[in-house]
T-cell receptor, first 110, second 111 residues
Framework: RKEVEQDPGPFNVPEGATVAFNCTYS??????FFWYRQDCRKEPKLLMS???SGNEDGRFTAQLNRASQYISLLIRDSKLSDSATYLC???????????FGKGTSLLVTP | DAGVTQSPTHLIKTRGQHVTLRCSPI?????VSWYQQVLGQGPQFIFQ???????GRGNFPDRFSARQFPNYSSELNVNALLLGDSALYLC??????????FGPGTRLTVT
């Protein structure tokens, strides 16, 4: 089983839609969780850290479910500019490195 | 403030050659991590350095090595290049070892 798994998509949604991504992780000792956004041929950009209590930043909400070992990202009122690949990242056993999923591709259409 | 910088942006090398990639972290950040990203995959961890000490190493062969300098900049070296080393090499900077911020990457093509 891969350490971090994501549905690769693609998710094709119309503007204004709400879309949710899930990411499962295998290491129950993981303590840090992140969502990154990556545009084509660019570097990943940190979108949100994911806290136990969940967190919200504008149209984006991240949740952590430790019991089921998954994190989620909800995007409300999708914009064309949200089209990108969304990567989830979980820290490793050592705590220093990040394990990434393969990413979920989102395409928001007019 | 300047973000993470990496050089060169693109590089073409021949099999068997050696390459050195460079990274300067965000000012004040003492930790640098290196990742390899091939098309269609997420970044794969190679190394992490904190205060010039290696903190972690991913599952990469000994052909890969790195170091961190007193000014916290870092180099990634790859010897005896293989075609499979073609990838985007990303450097990430962090204040300690938590939230990591990526540079634009070096796109390496091995022919």
């Amino acid at each position: 089983r891969k350490e971090v798994e994501q549905d690769p998509g693609p998710f094709n949604v119309p503007e204004g839609a709400t879309v949710a991504f899930n990411c499962t992780y295998s290491n129950s000792a993981s303590q840090s969780f992140f969502w990154y956004r990556q545009d084509c041929r660019k570097e990943p950009k940190l979108l949100m850290s994911v806290y136990s209590s969940g967190n919200e930043d504008g149209r984006f909400t991240a949740q952590l479910n430790r019991a089921s070992q998954y994190i989620s990202l909800l995007i409300r009122d999708s914009k064309l500019s949200d089209s990108a690949t969304y990567l989830c990242a979980v820290n490793t056993d050592s705590g220093y490195a990040l394990n990434f999923g393969k990413g979920t591709s989102l395409l928001v259409t007019p | 403030d300047a973000g993470v910088t990496q050089s060169p942006t693109h590089l073409i090398k021949t099999r068997g050659q050696h390459v050195t990639l460079r990274c300067s972290p965000i000012s004040g950040h003492k930790s640098v991590s290196w990742y390899q990203q091939v098309l269609g995959q997420g970044p794969q961890f190679i190394f992490q350095y904190y205060e010039k000490e290696e903190r972690g190493r991913g599952n990469f062969p000994d052909r890969f090595s790195a170091r961190q300098f007193p000014n916290y900049s870092s180099e990634l070296n790859v010897n005896a290049l293989l075609l499979g080393d073609s990838a985007l090499y990303l450097c990430a900077s962090s204040l300690t070892t938590d939230e990591q911020y990526f540079g634009p990457g070096t796109r390496l093509t091995v022919t």
